[in-house]
Each structure stands twice: as structure tokens, then as C-alpha cells.
């Protein structure tokens, strides 16, 4: 599963939400049967998304959804029936906008938050160096020990070494 499939599949995914909010008021049955096309359809794509992402729960989350919307052998229920489950589906498929992506898209996004952290962190701290900051208030600001507030300074190259113990 490659990015562009998973874009591809967030833009199928968004386009289904819309329509599917869309047609929550009464419209032409026309709109219906093209709703169940690019539903199911779009529930088809997802469905072997999540296979491929190895999320097995959206497999068959999905795989309902296509059946429920097929057009090709249609269920049918009441327009009341219809609406839950327009807002539900609906609602299914912007949440999987967000979960249905690859293990290494997941651990990627999480590797880059945690370098955005760590560099807002490294700059306060570089911040708080300027500033004059001893090491035990340092410690106590970052929430870390001595050996760590000196090992950052060292690691981000800071010269001041202002410290309560030496003085």
C-alpha cells in the first residue's frame, strides 16, 4: 500500500462522507442509486486498504458497508432506517480517513511528532539557558535530573554552566 493509495482512498473517503451527509434530506432516488455506487465502491477500496494496512477490524467494517450499499442487489429500508445509517457510515468513513494507513505511515507520523517535541524542547530549554537558568532549575523546569540537564546542554553545545552545587 503505497501513500498514493492512501490519499487516493482519504479523497474517496471524503467524497462518500459528503455525499453520504448529503443525503440525509429527501432528493431524487436517482441520487440513491449513484450514492450506492460510489459508497460501495468506496467501501470496496477501503476494505482492501485495511487489509493491506493489516487493520482487520476495518476489513469487515467496511466489507458491511459494501454490502449494505451495494447497488447491484439493493437492500431496502425505511427513509428514517436509511438516515442512521447514512450518519453512521458517514461518520465511519471520516474516522477511517484517519486509521486506515500503513504500520510504517503510523510509526513515521509518530517518529516525526516526537522529533517536532524534542526540538521545541531543546529550543525552550536553549531558551532557558540564555536566560541564566541553573542546572537544578533546569532540572526542576524539564521535569529531569541533573546528569540530564548536563547531558542536554552538552548535546545542544550550551556553554553556560551555571549550577547551584558549584557555587
Not at 442512521?84 to 510509526?107: G, H, Q, W, Y
Amino acid at each position: 500500500m503505497t501513500e498514493e493509495h492512501i490519499e487516493y482512498r482519504s479523497i474517496a473517503a471524503a467524497i462518500s462522507v459528503f455525499m453520504l451527509f448529503l443525503a440525509i434530506p429527501r432528493l431524487p432516488y436517482a441520487y440513491y442509486i449513484f450514492l450506492r455506487w460510489v459508497v460501495s465502491a468506496t467501501a470496496l477500496f477501503s476494505a482492501w486498504a485495511a487489509y493491506e494496512c493489516r487493520r482487520k477490524p476495518w476489513v469487515f467494517v467496511m466489507g458491511g458497508i459494501a454490502i449494505l450499499f451495494n447497488p447491484i442487489i439493493p437492500v431496502h429500508l425505511s427513509k428514517e432506517t436509511w438516515i442512521v445509517i447514512d450518519f453512521t457510515a458517514a461518520i465511519v468513513f471520516l474516522a477511517s480517513i484517519f486509521l486506515i494507513k500503513p504500520e510504517r505511515a503510523v510509526k513515521r507520523s509518530r517518529v516525526e511528532d516526537l522529533e517536532k517535541l524534542t526540538k521545541e524542547r531543546d529550543q525552550a530549554f536553549l531558551e532557558c539557558c540564555r536566560r541564566g537558568m541553573s542546572d537544578e532549575e533546569l532540572a526542576e523546569e524539564f521535569d529531569i535530573r541533573i546528569e540530564g540537564v548536563k547531558e542536554l546542554k552538552q548535546k545542544l553545545g550550551t556553554n553556560n554552566t551555571k549550577s547551584n552545587s558549584q557555587d
